[in-house]
């Protein structure tokens, strides 16, 4: 068994999410603060296996930042400390988080499945399945809540995918464009 399969096989508990979320958080306060941060006490054996993780960013409701791994050789808990501090500093759609906003700021922890190539687009589920568009150099990612939140269906969430990847809308209909799933276990901060 791959090592990204055992993340699917341990049921991730919403207390093992809330301790990545609180390990995001601290990531990003440590950044801010130019301090260490803290490991967290309790740490499940689920948590420290490799695997595939998004941190999404949202203030008063709005995308303020989200960078991910597909897959990692790092611990689970590892990867989520990183894509936290890329997600607040590093994605090139926004600013960098500045310490005034930070309070505001909401996180959530997108920890993935393997990725399975579907041989159809009818095998995409909006709403159940994130998917990774990939034609050439060119790939895009939407993760599954995208499709919820948005109101998608199938063929809307197929052509914004295409788009992310800048490839024409339609280009998940030609045949020499693959098509992945994957699912998220998906945890969201307390308020």
Do not use: Y
């Not at 700021?105 to 159809?120: D, F, N, T």
């Amino acid at each position: 068994m791959r090592p990204s399969d055992l993340i699917t096989s341990l049921a991730l508990t919403e207390e093992d999410g809330q301790v990545l979320i609180e390990a995001a958080r601290s990531a990003i306060a440590s950044r801010l603060s130019r301090r260490g941060g803290c490991f967290p006490a309790s740490v499940t054996p689920a948590l420290m296996i490799p695997g595939g993780a998004f941190v999404t960013l949202k203030e008063d409701g709005c995308l303020r930042g989200c960078i991910g791994r597909i897959s990692s050789p790092r611990s689970l808990l590892q990867t989520v400390k990183e894509v936290a501090v890329s997600s607040a500093f590093e994605d090139p759609r926004f600013p960098p988080v500045t310490s005034a906003e930070w309070p505001s700021v909401r996180v959530e922890v997108s920890v993935l499945s393997p990725l399975r190539r579907v041989s159809s687009p009818q095998e995409v589920c909006a709403g159940t399945h994130g998917v990774l568009i990939r034609r050439g150099p060119c790939s895009g990612l939407l993760l599954p809540q995208v499709a919820t939140e948005q109101g998608w269906d199938r063929e809307t969430f197929l052509c914004n995918a295409c788009r992310k990847a800048g490839l024409p809308p339609d280009a998940w209909k030609d045949p020499a464009t693959q098509i992945e799933v994957f699912t998220a276990a998906v945890f969201h901060q307390a308020e």
